[in-house]
Each structure stands twice: as C-alpha cells, then as structure tokens.
C-alpha cells in the first residue's frame, strides 16, 4: 500500500472500534501528532494517521493492548514499518516489542497520555480548548487527582526520550487539538 494516509486509517478503524471515546482519543492523538510532525519535518498527514489508529486493537483486546495490531493491519496492507511504529506507544506498559527510537514513535508514546490531560483541561474551561496556554496546562499537569487517569510517568519519560522541552511537546499538543476541536467537541 504504500505510505498510511489518514482517510486510509479512518477507513481502518471502524472495522475494529465501535466506542464514542476511542474515536474521540483516535481524533485527539491523530491532531497532536500533526502538530509534533510540523517540529520534526515529517509529513502532517501519515504522522496524523499513525496517531489515529494507535489504538486499534483495544477495545477487542484491552488486556492483550498493542499485541494484535500486526494481525489487524498487516491485512489491510499496512507497511511494516508502521505497524512497528504503533506498536511502540506501549512499550514498557503493555508490550516490550518495539522500543521507541524514532521522532513519530517516541512522539505517539508521548503524546497519546498527554493529550488525555489537554482534553480533560479543555472540557473544565468555559471556552474550551480556545486560548489555552501552556503555563495553564502545566498547573493541570502537576496536579496527580486532576485527570488521574493519564500516566504523567509515561509523558515524562516521553519527555526525556524526545529531548523536548516539555513546554514544546505540550503547546504542540495544544495548537493540533485547537486546530480540531470541532472533531473534539472542545470548542
């Protein structure tokens, strides 16, 4: 097939995804990796569409996450390489596979918790994710209850593995959901 373009993945996804949220999270990740993709010179649209299918398989296998992608990508011609790179987003979580060495996979592991705690930020503001900054983010990040069920461990760590200044990683993922945020239902 080629190179995964995002209409490619979002023909993909229903196949194995029936839930509102993981759309929504599908949506979120698929915009953060946009923006990470505009700091690394990689192109929007495949960086885009790695972060949409991220998740392929977890609502079928929750418990087995990240170990059945190649078996439903493989099939729809998605190149190795890529498949490799979704992989990686849960190493040292749910999977040891595939260890994040480049750009897109050390920013999908990155960015996929990260943009819980923007979203939930976004959801808690009268006006959205419109006009959110960084240092507003930062005091939502430091707080452990505030959105409890993002793994600030596994940003930071994705922090260091990117070499980014967590205030870039973190207005990327800011500036690719506010270019969404109807997709996102956070306006």
């Given at each position: 097939?080629g190179?995964l373009?995002?209409?490619?993945?979002?023909?993909?996804?229903?196949?194995?995804?029936?839930?509102?949220?993981?759309?929504?999270?599908?949506?979120?990740?698929?915009?953060?990796?946009?923006?990470?993709?505009?700091?690394?010179?990689?192109?929007?649209?495949?960086?885009e569409a790695?972060?949409?299918l991220?998740?392929?398989?977890?609502?079928?296998y929750?418990?087995?996450?990240?170990?059945?992608?190649?078996?439903?990508?493989?099939?729809?011609?998605?190149?190795?390489?890529?498949?490799?790179?979704?992989?990686?987003?849960?190493?040292?979580?749910?999977?040891?596979?595939?260890?994040p060495?480049?750009?897109?996979?050390?920013?999908?592991?990155?960015?996929?918790?990260?943009?819980g705690?923007?979203?939930?930020?976004?959801?808690?503001?009268?006006?959205?994710?419109?006009?959110?900054?960084?240092?507003?983010?930062?005091?939502k990040?430091?707080?452990?209850?505030?959105?409890?069920?993002?793994?600030?461990?596994?940003?930071?760590?994705?922090?260091?593995?990117?070499?980014?200044?967590?205030?870039?990683?973190?207005?990327?993922?800011i500036?690719?959901?506010?270019?969404?945020?109807?997709?996102?239902?956070?306006?």
């Amino acid at each position: 097939m080629g190179q995964l373009t995002l209409a490619k993945a979002k023909e993909i996804l229903p196949k194995y995804t029936t839930e509102d949220h993981l759309f929504t999270h599908a949506a979120a990740v698929s915009a953060a990796m946009g923006a990470m993709a505009a700091i690394y010179g990689g192109d929007k649209d495949h960086w885009e569409a790695i972060g949409y299918l991220h998740d392929v398989d977890y609502e079928k296998y929750p418990n087995e996450h990240c170990h059945h992608v190649r078996e439903f990508l493989a099939p729809e011609g998605v190149d190795e390489d890529d498949i490799k790179t979704i992989i990686s987003h849960g190493y040292g979580l749910c999977t040891d596979e595939v260890i994040p060495t480049t750009d897109i996979e050390k920013s999908l592991f990155t960015v996929d918790e990260l943009t819980g705690v923007v979203h939930a930020y976004a959801l808690m503001r009268p006006e959205g994710i419109t006009g959110m900054d960084v240092k507003g983010l930062k005091k939502k990040f430091k707080d452990k209850r505030f959105a409890a069920g993002c793994n600030r461990d596994v940003i930071k760590k994705g922090f260091e593995m990117l070499g980014l200044d967590q205030n870039v990683v973190m207005q990327a993922c800011i500036d690719g959901m506010t270019e969404h945020k109807d997709e996102l239902g956070l306006k």
